[in-house]
Structure formats: C-alpha cells, structure tokens
C-alpha cells in the first residue's frame, strides 16, 4: 500500500514536516479486516482473494459477497450486523486484532474525516461488496460526447448519497451517447473489465442500448442511457 499509493509533505506555520498518506492507513485497515471478515468463504469463492485496487483517483477494496442477513447499505454502520464469519470474527476479537467488532465503519468515517477526505461509498456490485475511497483528486470530467457537444458538468456529478455504484454513476454519465474510449476513461478500469463487467449486465438489464444495435462492434458504436 505504501509503496504504490502517493504520498505528499506538509509543513505547518512553525516550519514541521509531516509526511502524510494519501488514504488514512487506520481506514484502510478496517476496511481490509472488514473485507476478510465478512467476506463469503463458501466452495464457489472461497479462492477468490480480497483485491485491493488503486486507482489514479479512489481505492478500492473488494470481497466476494453481499451485504449479509438483513443488512443493508443504509443500514453500515448505524446497526448492530449479523456475522457471516462469527467464529472469524470471535479469533480476531480474542487475538486483539479487531478492537471492537462493530466499530470498523465509524472508524473508517472518522479517519476520513481527519483526512479531509470523502466519506467512503458502500457498494454491492456482482456479487462482490466494494468499499471506495476517493482521493482529494477524485472528480467527474466533464467529458464531450462525440457527435453531439459538450455533457454540462451537473449531467454527471455524483456523490456518495446520490450513487450508491459504479453502475448509477455510469447511467448517469450515458444520459447522452457515449464511445467505447469514453466510458473507459470514465470508468477507470480495463477495457475488458469495464464493457464485459458494467457495460453488458447493464444492456443485459435493458438499462443501456445500443446507438448501432446492428454493428455491436462499429467504431462508430455508442451507448446511451435508456
């Protein structure tokens, strides 16, 4: 994490330097014991490792399950959780690995406080759990569509509370057509993670269509929000 994250210098009034991370260690940190905690160990994933994955705006850190019993996204936090991993999560208690069980996510607001940085967003996305933390250069681009002019900035802004995922951030962005290049530079990930992962399942859902149904593979190929 140390040594593929940024890292910048901060000198106070009276002339000290203090080295500070670009996400908070202590956030990160719960949320990777978060992550292996709560995380599904049954046969069809119990191979799937937690990922954590850093982007030149956000980290990522991303395990296989959803949200557990009758939590919900909402709910993180403020609720008292059912544990998926209960003997796990007693271990981890009695080695003083975990502090507190249900104090990871307000540990995690607290710390990104500190930093002044952006809450954290809670995501389920393809059967996986995603954690998100956005760097102080996190933004939306303003990105033209080609062909039909500049998108204005309030078309794709989002925050935490008003996107929830990857996906709603995306529909969003696609409320004009939108080129292949475009959503992934958008996106932020791969080219085949972003068309094969987010794109499809949403013109799968009948979410996002197609501008050229006929020639799925068209240079001249966009995809718009339905």
Known sequence: MNRNSRHSTIIDDKGKRADRDEYP?????????NALVHRDYSIHSENVPVRLEIYRNRLEIISSGGLYGK???????????????????NILELL????????????????????????????VRHGEFVVTFKSKIAQVYDMPASGVGAVHEE????????ADSVEERLLAFCAVPRSRQEIIAFLGFSRYYSMSKIVQPLIDDGK???????????????????
Do not use: C, M, W
């Not at 269509?209 to 001249?220: G, H, N």
């Open 208 to 226: 996002i269509a197609l501008t050229l149904p006929d020639k799925p593979k068209s240079s001249k190929q966009r995809y718009v929000r339905k």
């Open 96 to 123: 003083h690995v975990t502090e507190n069980r249900y104090s990871g996510i307000p540990t995690i607001y607290h710390e990104l406080e500190k930093a002044q940085l952006p809450p954290p967003v809670f995501a």
């Open 25 to 33: 260690l202590k956030a990160v940190r719960e949320a990777i014991l």
């Open 71 to 89: 939590l919900t996204i909402d709910s993180l936090g403020k609720v008292r959780p059912d544990t998926r991993n209960s003997a796990l999560a």
């Open 155 to 162: 078309q794709v802004q989002y925050s935490s509370n008003q």
